[in-house]
């Protein structure tokens, strides 16, 4: 079982950057796929980004390619996300989520439900 904790949310301009941390507990952190996803008011949790367990494979969704880059340290046990020209849509409650279940594959790992573990989230609030 894993635990994860986020942060680095806060409130920023358009055009800001902000970079998001996961910090999980345990020490089997390198056997996780680690993915980010997102939930804005009034909407559904839709994925953002995954990163694959030795960090050589990294999938996006296509309205994050270009400004968003996930990348892990193993050696920390943090998956981190770096948003740059935040725009006003970027505004929600970012979540990491874990799951070491299956081999990595961009298709399966974009789905929320493929997850078994979540943190709390943290907010990102963009504004105009």
């Known amino acids: 079982q894993v635990q994860l904790v986020e942060s680095g949310g806060g409130l920023v301009q358009a055009g800001g950057s902000l970079r998001l941390s996961c910090a999980a507990s345990?020490?089997?952190?390198?056997?996780?796929?680690m993915g980010w996803f997102r939930q804005a008011p009034g909407k559904e949790r839709e994925f953002v980004a995954a990163i694959s367990r030795a960090g050589r494979r990294e999938n996006y969704a296509d309205s994050v390619k270009g400004r968003f880059t996930v990348s892990r340290d193993n050696a920390k046990s943090t998956v981190y996300l770096q948003i740059d020209s935040l725009k006003p849509e970027d505004t929600a409650v970012y979540y990491c989520a874990a799951d070491q279940r299956a081999l990595y594959s961009p298709n399966y790992y974009s789905t929320a439900n493929k997850y078994a573990y979540w943190g709390q989230g943290t907010q990102v609030t963009v504004s105009s």
């Open positions: 345990g020490r089997t952190f390198s056997q996780y796929v």
